[in-house]
């Protein structure tokens, strides 16, 4: 029995816990309920900042491939007879306005034109690509003049560089980057 707000020393616990101490109403969430409420509302809240951390992955790419991970190649590419950087180091003069291409069995899957400091980069849907494959199958390919940057470059001929994969970047709770660079440009004269 209770008297002025004590407690009866025979309640046991269950009986505490399923009574809110200061008014002896039941409570409004079980414990339960609560543990289960935050764990939903910390699930939304990892799905929406991953969302909200790559918004270009979900314009180009859909939500799904946002979730499953993308691949990304970048680089810059300079004005040399090899596209590489000179002996200059980052004196060397950028490529701008160049067409880069991604050729993957001889055929044209994706293409970036480079901005004014040279650099350029691509996204690979993951649904559509293996980086396995990207990696063994596929070339960057620049076609656009080099004496279009440099009077002094051939007007004819293009580069070509194989790909090297140098890590992951995690954006957020779901999403992962793999990310290519070009792994030395070359010169190729035209047939």
Not at 22 to 27: H, I, K, L, N, R
Not at 90 to 99: E, R, W, Y
Not at 126 to 133: D, E, F, K
């Amino acid at each position: 029995m209770l008297q002025h707000g004590a407690m009866d020393q025979s309640m046991n616990f269950s009986e505490q816990v399923e009574t809110n101490n200061s008014t002896g109403e039941p409570p409004i969430f079980s414990h339960a309920e609560q543990t289960m409420a935050f764990k939903t509302f910390l699930l939304v809240s990892l799905m929406i900042a991953a969302i909200l951390a790559a918004p270009v992955a979900e314009a180009q790419l859909g939500l799904i491939g946002g979730l499953l991970g993308l691949i990304r190649i970048q680089g810059t590419l300079f004005c040399t007879a090899d596209g590489n950087m000179g002996a200059n180091g980052t004196a060397t003069p950028v490529f701008p306005n160049a067409l880069v291409q991604l050729q993957c069995g001889g055929n044209v899957v994706s293409t970036s034109t480079t901005n004014g400091s040279g650099m350029f980069s691509i996204l690979l849907d993951p649904l559509n690509y293996i980086l396995s494959s990207v990696l063994s199958d596929c070339n960057l390919k620049v076609d656009t003049p080099l004496i279009s940057c440099n009077s002094s470059l051939p007007a004819l001929g293009g580069l070509l560089s194989p790909l090297q994969f140098i890590g992951n970047t995690a954006l957020g709770a779901l999403l992962s980057v793999a990310n290519i660079i070009p792994a030395g440009f070359r010169f190729v004269p035209s047939n």
